[in-house]
Nanobody, 121 residues
């Protein structure tokens, strides 16, 4: 059974940084790409970034390119999202999810419960 759990969210000032973690159950990273998604209040959920099951392919939404970096540690069954130069419009609940390949338009098979990020002074 696939289980995901996000952590690392919180309150940060504009221009600041946060690192989110997505802890997955064993072997998940071997078989699935992992995507990060976010949902701001009153808006639809959107794809942010993803990393392939091999770890050699990544994608980013245009709104976060150059500011966010996705990575993973297979030994720890964890995918990270390093977020820098944060803006108020990055405020959202961030979710990780399993996808069959690193394409932010793909259906998500399993979701974590999410972790909230608030960017505000």
């Amino acid at each position: 059974q696939v289980q995901l759990a996000e952590s690392g969210g919180g309150l940060v000032q504009p221009g600041g940084s946060l690192r989110l973690s997505c802890a997955a159950s064993r072997y998940v990273l071997d078989y699935y790409a992992i995507g990060w998604f976010r949902q701001a209040p009153g808006k639809e959920r959107e794809g942010v970034s993803c990393i392939s099951s091999s770890g050699d392919s990544t994608n980013y939404a245009n709104s976060v390119k150059g500011r966010f970096t996705i990575s993973r540690d297979v030994a720890k069954n964890t995918v990270y999202l390093q977020m820098s130069s944060l803006k108020p419009e990055d405020t959202a609940v961030y979710y990780c999810g399993t996808i069959t390949r690193c394409d932010l338009e793909r259906p998500v098979h399993a979701w974590g419960p999410g972790t909230p990020v608030t960017v505000s002074s």
